[in-house]
T-cell receptor
């Protein structure tokens, strides 16, 4: 199974943009890149996904490198409610979550 | 409300006992996934069912089993429980299955405490 690598934790100030990186050097051509987040005491929540092109939705943007070996989740204006663990995963035969990045938002 | 319903929300039981966790997928979803999340651990994939049949297996112990019924709800059975089985158990559903572009919808989980 293709794996992803994310920083253990990141910090950002409230109302500033946040860029969460993810490396996936062994991604296959058919793997989609998915991002989920998990708020304390809740189940994971879908954020965004993409294949090759950059994607935007109401929650975030996903920037995918041209070689697809890395991607970046962009929260345009972080709020305290965005403090969560963010998981970058690849869709494949089995969906495997890594440890994710714990995002701290400073007021 | 995500549309994925898990019951019960909390469960406390003794070592050696057996419990059943239930998951009702979002309406229209054919796939159900089970995950285990221990304290300070990531989400461990256990098993996936698609339209009643087992589709993929993760690190699921032999003491654990699951099934998906004709109405598409799923049950995860945990037997001979040990203290280390204490965890949050999440169910997720999707229309199709893995290897697709769609996202998963997760339930709010069942917190199992083994004493």
């Amino acid at each position: 199974d293709a794996k992803t690598t994310q920083p253990n934790s990141m910090e950002s100030n409230e109302e500033e943009p946040v860029h969460l990186p993810c490396n996936h050097s062994t991604i296959s051509g058919t793997d989609y890149i998915h991002w989920y987040r998990q708020l304390p005491s809740q189940g994971p929540e879908y954020v965004i996904h993409g294949l090759t092109s950059n994607v935007n939705n109401r929650m975030a943007s996903l920037a995918i490198a041209e070689d697809r070996k890395s991607s970046t989740l962009i929260l345009h204006r972080a709020t305290l409610r965005d403090a969560a663990v963010y998981y970058c995963i690849l869709s494949g035969y089995k969906i495997i979550f890594g440890k994710g990045t714990r995002l701290h938002i400073l007021p | 409300d995500s549309g994925v319903t898990q019951t019960p929300k909390h469960l406390i039981t003794a070592t050696g006992q057996r419990v059943t966790l239930r998951c009702s997928p979002r309406s229209g979803d054919l796939s159900v996934y089970w995950y285990q999340q221990s304290l300070d651990q990531g989400l461990q994939f256990l098993i996936q069912y698609y339209n009643g049949e087992e589709r993929a297996k993760g690190n699921i112990l032999e003491r654990f089993s699951a099934q998906q019924f004709p109405d598409l709800h799923s049950e995860l059975n945990l037997s001979s429980l040990e203290l280390g089985d204490s965890a949050l158990y999440f169910c997720a559903s999707s229309v199709l299955g893995a290897s697709s572009s769609e996202g998963y919808t997760f339930g709010s989980g069942t917190r199992l405490t083994v004493v």
